[in-house]
């Protein structure tokens, strides 16, 4: 079993910053992979960001640029800095982890971006 709780989350005006992060319990030695999702109301949820446990990264074409996946190995912690925030990056962020092929889900933290 895998715990993630998720925080930074809020409101902020379109050009902002947020750090999301993510702090992983339980079972940490069995994730594979960690990543972070997004769904805003009406659409399915997306993959934004993933990172590896060897640190291979990717990121969703449109926060490219924009938004950084990390992790601290030390604190078993993910984060997601998002910079240059826009009003279409308004959703609910989950993270995720991949765990001896079962996926693991956090409450989800709103990240709202004024226009």
């Known amino acids: 079993q895998v715990q993630l709780v998720e925080s930074g989350g809020g409101l902020v005006q379109a050009g902002g910053s947020l750090r999301l992060s993510c702090a992983a319990s339980g079972s940490i030695f069995s994730i594979n992979a960690m990543g972070w999702y997004r769904q805003a109301p009406g659409k399915q949820r997306e993959l934004v960001a993933g990172?590896?446990?060897?640190?291979?990264?990717n990121l969703v074409d449109s926060v490219k640029g924009r938004f950084t996946i990390s992790r601290d190995n030390a604190k078993n912690t993910v984060y997601l800095q998002m910079n240059s925030l826009k009003p279409e990056d308004t959703a609910v962020y989950y993270c995720?982890?991949?765990?001896?092929?079962?996926?693991?889900w956090g409450q989800g933290t709103q990240v709202t971006v004024s226009s």
């Open positions: 990172i590896t446990s060897g640190g291979s990264t």
């Open positions: 995720n982890a991949d765990s001896e092929g079962y996926d693991y």
